[in-house]
């Protein structure tokens, strides 16, 4: 690999650590945002859920920016939003301007890793595919995750929250020169004068690849159940089954992000070794669904075993990069940033709404028991991710012909 390749590849990490950092820092934020502006849970949840929305959204354009205009201009061009949001964030003083500033990020964030893939799968063999996909998401998890705990915490507390994201939005922008002026696109996939069809005719031709019918149920449940429990149930259920205080839940989170760091790094390794995008993707979805039934079988076990249960879901959980390995193949190539960026939707709604019907779900069960309130939602996630994964197993392994 060449220095320049060296650069662009470190260039998009650092990019998707700040994706990351941006996807994780409410959860820190939370308390002085309570303080200072009056929002509770639903206003919380609802800036969470605006993020999520505009980023799933961006992905259709960002799908025909990728393969008219290259990853460069894309990813760079789109970050811009990301400095602007962070910068009406640090201005705020209301519910609906932070509304705006977490649509803004949102749309800074969709292109980073898509546009990483979108190079990784025009620049390089295939075969690299899953081990180039899975240094960007396990550099990126792992950064995203230390940037938006322990360093963001020491920031409120010497700055203040405002000063601490507006200097966010600063760090954001120096990225943005980053990728502006140190990236290197490949070639675009030349297109025939008979090949020039809108941007939404491309996007029903992702959609009328029958082969990658089978996919879909895995790409929208799989990475939704693992993000579900992360983002949103792992301290609650912590806190009611356990009791755990503030330091051990956040040691537990702490095990499960860490796995989940890990796990993305090593799939790209295991992809190789196993020479099956599809085998890969099979493993890991069934020892996660069964673990999650263990889960919800077992509400009362042990702390340490539900914290190593946990682990295990973050580390055999992060299928995601492996998915998309294997649905490049299905890709024409002059469809490829629409390609991924079609999946990347879909993962990115799943999770979304899986978390708001997940909420509903606990809602309707809080006169329960929180063990066995947590034990159905555990068993639920199971149920579902191994029900999509019977699908899955239906999806070619590879292109015919």
């Not at 295939?126 to 396990?138: K, N, Y």
């Not at 990225?175 to 675009?188: E, G, I, K, N, T």
């Not at 069934?286 to 042990?302: D, E, K, Q, S, W």
């Not at 490829?336 to 709404?353: K, P």
Request: proline share 5%.
């Amino acid at each position: 690999m060449g220095e320049r390749a060296m650069i662009t590849i470190l260039v998009l990490c650092a990019a998707y650590v700040l994706s990351q950092f941006y996807r994780s820092f409410l959860a820190i934020v939370a308390p002085d945002l309570t303080r200072e502006l009056g929002l509770g849970p639903a206003e919380l949840g609802a800036l969470s859920g605006v993020w999520f929305g505009a980023f799933a959204l961006a992905q259709f354009p960002i799908g025909w920016a990728l393969d008219t205009l290259g990853a460069r201009r894309t990813v760079a061009g789109a970050m811009l939003a990301a400095v602007a949001g962070a910068l009406v964030f640090s201005l705020a003083e209301s519910f609906s301007s932070m509304i705006l500033a977490m649509a803004l990020i949102g749309v800074g964030c969709a292109p980073v890793l898509m546009g990483s893939m979108y190079v990784f799968g025009r620049a390089y063999p295939p075969e690299r595919f899953a081990m180039l996909s899975s240094v960007v998401l396990g550099a990126g998890a792992l950064g995203g995750m230390v940037l938006a705990a322990t360093p963001l915490a020491l920031a409120l507390e010497r700055f203040g929250w405002r000063a601490s994201m507006a200097g966010m939005g600063v760090v954001t922008a120096v990225a943005v020169l980053a990728v502006f002026a140190l990236m290197r696109d490949p070639p675009l996939a030349a297109r025939s004068d008979a090949r020039q069809a809108s941007a939404w005719r491309d996007l029903l031709s992702i959609m009328r690849i029958r082969a990658l019918w089978p996919f879909l149920p895995l790409t929208f449940v799989g990475y939704a159940v693992v993000a579900a429990e992360r983002s949103l149930w792992i301290g609650p259920y912590l806190l009611q089954v356990h009791g755990l205080d503030p330091i051990a839940r956040g040691n537990g989170v702490l095990v499960m992000s860490l796995a989940m760091a890990l796990g993305a790094f090593a799939y790209g390794p295991v992809e190789r070794l196993l020479r099956s995008a599809k085998r890969t993707v099979m493993i890991g979805s069934i020892v996660t669904g069964l673990t999650f039934l263990a889960l919800g079988l077992a509400p009362r076990a042990p702390t340490a075993a539900a914290v190593t249960a946990l682990a295990v879901v973050g580390a055999f959980g992060l299928t995601y990069g492996i998915i998309m390995t294997h649905a490049r193949a299905f890709f024409p190539e002059h469809l490829l940033g629409r390609g991924v960026t079609f999946m990347n939707f879909v993962f990115i709604s799943g999770a979304g709404l899986l978390q708001a019907a997940s909420g509903q779900f606990m809602k309707s069960v809080a006169e329960m028991q929180p063990s066995a309130a947590f034990g159905l939602l555990h068993l639920a996630f199971g149920a579902m991710l191994l029900a999509a994964t019977v699908v899955y197993a239906f999806a070619p392994a590879k292109p015919q012909g």
